[in-house]
């Protein structure tokens, strides 16, 4: 039996606009890295990457760019990024959001500054950690950030990276981010371990609000190690002779200790900062000139 169709209309057309999931408070799903699909291989949920735990179909080597781990910081499982020769090429290890292009992948729901989280790294042939944050409204990116990290930390430390918001998005909340955490930043690489762990939004720094005591940077003000365990050196530069203070705040604004208080000459200079005294967690280290104040903000683990 033969049946004509019905005629279609070439003139029709659908427009949809603002997709989104409701109803669920589902966010940053897997941020621990628990969670490994076990079918056949372990792979990472809800986590772009290359490679699987298990033997390389190809070569049957068991070194994979992303694989679980039982060294954790937090929990059963943390994640381990490893820079492999699977032949012809070289793979870097590293995870994804949205795949490698750093795409929304995960929902967000307020205004986030930090993305923190602990980390161990075994760098070769100069590898820098790599940690990029890209977040979006409506599809459109308003945030980015990149943090590179360099050299060997043998023990899980805490880092964060501060998320920058273009000009005209400073109090908008964006709706997704995306986010690409690599073992290496250029070729040629080395064969580089970054083991990764209990990440968050605003970790650290939840519920706390920087006093409003800063302003930008125009002379040379660091602190190294940041973060640090034990102790750090804060080193300044000044362009003339000048009375200064250097006083260690809490993130409330309430003072903690006086590092340093006097005339000092035009040229560098260098405070020791211990933590002998201090409470693990995120601090800001404050000068004040004649006129102006400067700050950093430091983390003790």
């Known amino acids: 039996v033969f049946q004509m169709l019905p005629q279609l209309s070439y003139s029709s057309y659908l427009i949809v606009d603002n997709v989104r999931f409701i109803g669920t408070n589902e ?20 986590w772009w990457c290359h490679g699987m735990n298990g033997p390389n179909l190809l070569t049957g080597q068991t070194d994979a760019p992303v694989s679980q781990t039982t060294d954790a910081q937090h ?9 492999c020769y699977i032949a012809p090429d070289t793979l870097n290890g590293f ?8 795409m929304p992948g995960f929902r967000v729901s307020a205004h986030y500054n930090y993305l923190t989280g ?37 023990d899980y430390c805490p880092f964060y990276a501060e998320i920058q918001y273009f000009w005209g998005y400073d109090t908008v909340v964006p709706d997704s981010c995306g986010i690409i955490i690599k073992a290496s930043k250029d070729w ?26 800063t302003q930008s940077n125009p002379f040379d003000f660091t ?21 200064l203070s250097v006083r260690l705040f809490d993130l409330s604004g309430r003072q903690i200790s006086f590092l340093a208080e006097g005339f000092y000459k035009k040229g560098s200079h260098t ?3 211990s933590s002998s005294a201090l409470d693990s967690g995120m601090y800001l ?12 903000k430091i983390v003790i683990y």
């Open 271 to 273: 405070i020791d900062l």
């Open 118 to 154: 602990f980390y161990k790294f075994f760098p070769v042939n100069n590898d820098s950690m790599t940690v990029h944050i890209n977040m979006f409204k409506n599809h459109n990116m308003i945030g980015s950030t990149t943090l590179y990290i360099t050299g060997e930390v043998a």
């Open 75 to 83: 929990g059963n499982y943390a994640v381990l990024m490893q820079n």
């Open 223 to 243: 602190i190294f190690p940041n973060p640090f365990s034990e102790s750090a050196t804060v080193k300044f530069s000044l362009n003339k002779d000048e009375k």
């Open 188 to 213: 040629p690489m080395g064969f580089s371990k970054l083991y990764l762990d209990n990440l968050s939004f605003d970790g650290f720094f939840s519920g706390i609000k920087e006093p409003v005591l």
């Open 27 to 46: 966010s940053f799903y897997n941020n621990d890295f628990e969670i490994w699909d076990t079918l056949k291989y372990k792979t990472l949920d809800n």
């Open 95 to 102: 995870i994804a959001s949205g795949r490698h292009s750093g």
């Open 285 to 296: 280290c404050v000068i004040h000139t004649e006129d102006k104040h400067y700050s950093k």
